[in-house]
């Protein structure tokens, strides 16, 4: 009798002949690039180093595409990208020391997003691991430490035999829901040394899925069909797992009003009459959230930002949908299920009994009495420009690109007030809140997708972390046209600091000419105007290739609504 554990793939003829008689001249790292191959990988990002020189030799030797951006940091916001668009991992190749430590940024706005990122350093020769201090350049004594906190999983290699496997375990970790950030170190000798082990020809790059409990979802559709006011919160799960259209069916069987959370941009119709759009930081919209009877929670851990910084209190059931365990029930009492937003909610649709819309006829008109509220609420604090602004945004980008936006004030405003158009269309530096994200993370959009114009928006503040990327942007030809809004300094800090202090402080900047600065790398630019900002943007987002939109302008933010009047 045999089982299916006791079944072994036999390797073919022509694959015992290429393992019996590899090619000569290989290293370690050809390891390296022979595996992220055979696991799918098609695009490497990074920057090389000393140590690391042992993969980058390798990689000229390997059909995969490299994008070698211009800092480390912004070649990790690059691969957090592409990992968003393709949900695929991103391979992320970067040296010891202070080339590894210089993504750390990136991967913490990885972690805090949930995309998979595969990075892999070098490290100092085998000789140095182990905490003694041998005087090696770029040498730390334990550099998985200073990671450990920020990624899903750490692999140090010590050997080249164990270079397929340990990258195999980083992609599925990655790739695994909750998905994120993952780092392998291998040393330089280790990389740089011959090898005789046969090419790697694949790999298994299927992650474990995580189903729901059925006893919990059992109980969730019980709740939700017996509810008389249900509401659901959409966050980014439901967007990496690719379940808006699941969302979408569930929110109609039960005529449950929908608020996406930042993260969640695009997860449900923004016209649809259940559609309380985006609008979670307003102090209406979270009222609405309170009174709900039963609220259904997906793919969101209720933070800061989705819970209008912390002021929602619900007052009903909360049943929540979460795949990274950590956020389960942390900030709220609530039916708990473990699991990916696509799989439970599958598991509730099969379930739960649909409700007659006319069961729940005011569903749709309650929810249009919220939007008029927060409308009114926006149109009193006579903030024309801002909205002007945003809406020359919508107009000039097309439907189905996608776009990047750093922290900056028209970001702020976009979390709330942006139409994405669509799951996955949307993206921003809104999970750990970092500057410089925007332009690399729409290069790395660029490389994963170059049939589409891909928008990035920042601020001058937050252009100045990755100007150097204008050189990348030209090398690759990438189709990205970058946005600029360029108020002197950081904005959204001179708000809070003139709100809390009186006057602010070292907010203000000394800046370039971003126009001749993009030219001088021969990307075009253009200075535009509040008026002249829709025709401008849609030229430079239909002409092929990378450019620049600079944007003079002073934007205000809307007033918060979770702090107390004064």
């Given amino acids: 009798m045999t089982h299916d554990h006791d079944l072994v793939l036999r390797p073919t003829e022509a694959q015992t002949a290429a393992a019996l008689n590899p090619p000569a001249g290989r290293n370690g790292g050809d390891l390296v690039v022979e595996t992220l191959a055979g696991l799918g990988a098609t695009t490497v990002f990074g920057l090389p180093g000393q140590h690391a020189l042992g993969m980058f030799d390798a990689l000229r030797r390997s059909s995969l595409r490299y994008i070698g951006l211009r800092v480390e940091n912004n070649a990790g916001f690059a691969a957090d990208a592409y990992g968003r668009i393709t949900g695929e991992a991103a391979p992320l190749l970067l040296s010891t020391g202070p ?28 000789a140095g691991l182990g905490g003694g201090r041998h005087g090696y350049l770029h040498e730390l004594p334990d550099q998985a430490a200073s990671f450990r906190g920020v990624v899903k999983s750490v692999h140090t290699v010590r050997t080249q035999s164990q270079i397929p496997s340990a990258i195999e375990a980083a992609w599925k970790s990655a790739l695994s829901v909750p998905h994120g950030p993952v780092w392998v170190e291998i040393p330089q000798d280790v990389l740089l040394a011959q090898t005789g082990i046969p090419v790697v020809t694949g790999g298994d790059a299927f992650p474990e899925e995580l189903p729901p409990r059925p006893e919990l979802t059992a109980v969730a559709a019980d709740l939700l069909a017996k509810a008389v006011r249900p509401a659901i919160i959409a966050g980014g799960g439901v967007v990496r797992s690719d379940a808006s259209g699941k969302l979408r069916r569930l929110a109609e069987a039960l005529q449950a009003p929908v608020v996406t959370t930042p993260g969640g941009k695009g997860a449900f119709p923004w016209t649809h009459p259940l559609s309380l759009q985006s609008w979670i930081e307003d102090r209406h919209t979270t009222d609405f959230l309170e009174d709900a009877d039963v609220l259904l929670v997906v793919g969101s851990g209720l933070g800061e930002l989705s819970s209008n910084y912390h002021t929602f209190k ?29 799989l439970a909610l599958q598991a509730l649709l099969e379930t739960v009994e649909p409700v007659e819309e006319r069961a729940r006829p005011e569903a749709a008109e309650r929810v249009r009495e919220v939007l ?39 970001a702020y405003w976009a979390w709330s007030a942006f139409d994405a158009k669509g799951p996955n269309h949307m993206h921003s530096a809104q999970g750990a809140g970092g500057l410089g994200y925007g332009f690399p993370a729409a290069l790395g959009a660029a490389a994963a997708d170059p049939t589409r114009p ?113």
Avoid: C
């Fill in 314 to 342: 619900p007052r009903g059931r909360v049943v929540q949908i979460e795949a990274d365990l950590g956020k389960l029930e942390s900030n709220h009492p609530a039916l708990g299920i473990h699991a990916d937003a696509r």
């Fill in 372 to 410: 008029a509220k927060v409308a009114d609420r926006i149109a009193a604090q006579e903030l024309t420009l801002e909205q002007e602004v945003l809406a020359s945004v919508r107009r000039a980008l097309p439907a189905d690109s996608p776009s990047f936006w750093d922290m900056t004030i028209l």
């Fill in 454 to 566: 891909v928008l990035a928006v920042s601020g001058d503040g937050g252009a100045l972390y990755s100007i150097a990327e204008l050189a990348t942007a030209r090398q690759y030809d990438l189709n990205v046209t970058w946005l600029i809004v360029d108020d002197g300094g950081y904005g959204i800090l001179r708000e809070y600091m003139t709100d809390a202090f009186g006057e602010p402080t070292a907010t203000e900047l000394t800046r370039p000419d971003y126009v001749a600065l993009a030219e001088s790398f021969g990307v075009p630019g253009v200075r535009t105007s509040p008026e002249t900002l829709e025709t401008d943007l849609a030229k430079a987002l239909s002409t092929p290739g990378p450019s620049v939109v600079v944007l003079p302008a002073v934007l205000r933010m809307f007033a918060p609504t979770h702090l107390p009047a004064s």
């Fill in 99 to 126: 080339g590894a430590l210089t993504s750390l940024a990136a991967l913490q706005e990885a972690a805090a997003a949930s995309a998979p990122v595969l990075a892999i350093s070098s490290q100092v020769p085998t």
